[in-house]
T-cell receptor, first 112, second 114 residues
């Protein structure tokens, strides 16, 4: 499997519910980032968590990072129809290189 | 605030033609990345530059080349275009090789090869 594998691949929830998306990766990382993409549009940065952090919050977003398990989760609380989009995790590796590797996206549908 | 600017937004080319995509990073960002995203696919890393020098190379075909200029803008040159090159091409920029800060993406160039 590839670096930055997300699961589930697709998620459908009712407005107001919470959405949890998971991501796993393989190599050592400097940080992990979550992005959102509306269909055919650009990638919007949501949140970055560094390898020495375990949890981070930003508004309705909560991200966790478990470096021992090489996994991260993104929680969106009180979802809204406008949260409907594809979500990607991306990892920045350790070392002197510049390569942000994306995993397969999770398609989130929030039903009004 | 200034964002990453890509041009053109849309491009239609015929097979075997060449295409040049341009990217203007956010001021004072020292790292530029190029990604290719096919329909329904995740973004695939092509190449990156740090301080105008090539930093990392991903799954970039030999038919493609890129460079970063003295004003930090970058260009992705694509030759002998194939139908399979049809995709969204994103440029992103960040500071400090992306180690400490997030990468900001442009709106992308949609390339259609016919």
């Amino acid at each position: 499997s590839q670096q930055g594998e997300e699961d589930p691949q697709a998620l459908s929830i009712q407005e107001g519910e919470n959405a949890t998306m998971n991501c796993s990766y393989k190599t050592s990382i400097n940080n992990l980032q979550w992005y959102r993409q509306n269909s055919g549009r650009g990638l919007v940065h949501l949140i970055l968590i560094r390898s020495n952090e375990r949890e981070k919050h930003s508004g309705r977003l909560r991200v966790t990072l478990d470096t021992s398990k090489k996994s991260s989760s993104l929680l969106i609380t009180a979802s809204r129809a406008a949260d409907t989009a594809s979500y990607f995790c991306a990892t920045a590796p350790t070392g002197a290189n510049s390569k942000l590797t994306f995993g397969k996206g999770i398609t989130l549908s929030v039903r009004p | 605030a200034a964002g990453v600017i890509q041009s053109p937004r849309h491009l239609i080319k015929e097979k075997r033609e060449t295409a040049t995509l341009k990217c203007y990073p956010i001021p004072r960002h020292d790292t530029v990345y190029w990604y290719q995203q096919g329909p329904g696919q995740d973004p695939q890393f092509l190449i990156s530059f740090y301080e105008k020098m090539q930093s990392d190379k991903g799954s970039i075909p030999d038919r493609f080349s890129a460079q970063q200029f003295s004003d930090y803008h970058s260009e992705l040159n694509m030759s002998s275009l194939e139908l399979g090159d049809s995709a969204l091409y994103f440029c992103a920029s960040s500071r400090d090789r992306g180690h400490g800060t997030e990468a900001f993406f442009g709106q992308g160039t949609r390339l259609t090869v016919v």
